[in-house]
C-alpha cells in the first residue's frame, strides 16, 4: 500500500496536488478572512506543515534518484545556471513548493496585518489575488494600502 502511494505521487501528480491544495488556503483567506477556519486553519502554521511535508517527500524522491543536491548552488552562478537547473523537474518542484509556501505565507501576514488595521477585506481582495499570482507585487500593492489607510509608514512592523 505504502509503494503504491509512493508511485501514485509522482513529481507531476505533486505538482497538481501542491496547486489545487493552497486553492481552499487562498479561498478562505480571499473570502472569509475574520472566520474562525481562517484563523486556526489557514493563517497558522498548518498549511506549512502540509507544504514542508510536500517538500520533504520531494527532497526525499531527489534522494532515491541520486539527485545531485550541490549543483543547487549553480543558481548563484549566473542566469544560464538557473535556465540549467529548472530544466530538471525535481528542482522545479522544489522550488515551485518553495514559491506556493512564501506567497500563502505571506497572504496570510497579509490578512492579519489589515486585520490589525482593521483594513476593508474588500480592499484586501487585489493585494491577495496578486500576490497569490506574482507575490512581491502583491505584498508592495498591500503596503501602499496600509501607508494610505493608516497614515504612517513604519519599517518595524
Wanted: glycine share 6%; charged share 10%.
Amino acid at each position: 500500500m505504502v509503494e503504491q502511494i509512493y508511485n501514485y505521487f509522482s513529481i507531476e501528480m505533486l505538482y497538481y496536488w501542491v496547486n489545487f491544495g493552497v486553492l481552499p488556503f487562498w479561498f478562505v483567506l480571499i473570502f472569509f478572512p475574520q472566520s474562525n477556519i481562517c484563523r486556526y486553519l489557514v493563517t497558522s502554521i498548518f498549511p506549512i506543515f502540509i507544504l514542508g511535508g510536500a517538500y520533504i517527500f520531494v527532497l526525499y524522491k531527489a534522494y532515491l534518484s541520486s539527485y545531485t543536491f550541490g549543483n543547487n548552488f549553480n543558481l548563484y552562478l549566473g542566469i544560464d545556471n538557473i535556465s540549467e537547473l529548472f530544466s530538471n523537474k525535481t528542482f522545479l518542484m522544489m522550488f515551485w513548493i518553495h514559491f506556493i509556501s512564501i506567497n500563502l505565507f505571506t497572504g496570510g501576514w497579509i490578512v492579519k496585518d489589515s486585520q490589525k488595521f482593521s483594513i476593508n477585506k474588500i480592499l484586501m481582495t487585489i493585494p491577495l489575488l496578486i500576490t497569490y499570482l506574482i507575490g512581491p507585487l502583491g505584498l508592495f500593492i498591500y503596503w501602499l494600502i496600509r501607508i494610505f489607510h493608516s497614515k504612517s509608514i513604519s519599517l518595524y512592523d
